[in-house]
């Protein structure tokens, strides 16, 4: 069974800092993708970024970037010089190919961060 | 107007109720979802749904039925609803293709009492 971990339950940063989202999956599959959404404080899930397991490439956007290494099953999200509107909980997910290639894309999700970044 | 709407936004009932929670989308996606949310537990899959003759349970679908009335609306019912499923309830749709990015609406939260 797949299974997303996010050990980190509340982060509390200053603006300007540098931090650091883990996340940690497990799957038995060798075609799978990775997901992180936002939720900010108005309770929407807003998508962010997704990741196949083909593609160990990092990405930047902007103040953003995400970390995916195969090797240790963890896929990692910075969020450079934070501001007060990063503030939100953070969910990453996995979904997973099925028997025959097809793909429901069902998501499992981690337990979420809770980022605060105070002015 | 939001692409996928949910309705209630809010609801408070009692034990024992019949409930039913709405979703609509103009995004023209066949599949959709329902999931719950709960603290600290992240978000949970209770039922999904390719096209309007494929309904499956997910992970959590006791307690709860589905109908998906047409390509653009799938419905979430609670029989007799109970305090546990005191929750935010989200509905979400993707596009065809693989692994798609699911899209959200703004949740609708439940208090059962």
């Known amino acids: 069974a797949q299974k997303v971990t996010q050990a980190q339950t509340e982060i509390s940063v200053v603006e300007k800092e540098d931090v650091t989202l883990d996340c940690v999956y497990e799957t038995r599959d060798t075609t799978y993708y990775l997901f992180w959404y936002k939720q900010p404080p108005s309770g929407e899930l807003v998508f962010l970024i997704r990741?196949?397991?083909?593609?160990?490439q990092n990405e930047i956007s902007g103040r953003y970037s995400w970390n995916f290494q195969k090797s240790t099953s963890s896929f990692n999200f910075t969020i450079t010089a934070s501001q007060v509107v990063d503030s939100a909980v953070y969910f990453c997910?996995?979904?997973?190919?099925?028997?025959?290639?097809?793909?429901?894309?069902?998501?499992?999700f981690g337990q979420g961060t809770i980022l605060t970044v105070h002015p | 107007d939001a692409d996928v709407t949910q309705t209630p936004r809010n609801r408070i009932t009692k034990t024992g109720k019949r409930i039913m929670l709405e979703c609509s989308q103009t995004k023209g996606h066949d599949r959709m979802y329902w999931y719950r949310q709960d603290p600290g537990l992240g978000l949970r899959l209770i039922y999904y749904s390719f096209d309007v003759k494929d309904i499956n349970k997910g992970e959590i679908s006791d307690g709860y039925s589905v109908s998906r009335q047409a390509q653009a609306k799938f419905s979430l019912s609670l029989e007799s609803a109970i305090p546990n499923q005191t929750a935010l309830y989200f509905c979400?749709?993707?596009?065809?293709?693989?692994?798609?990015?699911?899209?959200f609406g703004d949740g609708t939260r439940l208090s059962i009492l």
């Open positions: 997910a996995l979904s997973e190919d099925s028997a025959g290639g097809t793909s429901y894309g069902k998501l499992t």
């Open positions: 979400a749709t993707a596009d065809r293709g693989y692994n798609q990015p699911q899209h």
């Open positions: 990741r196949n397991s083909f593609d160990e």
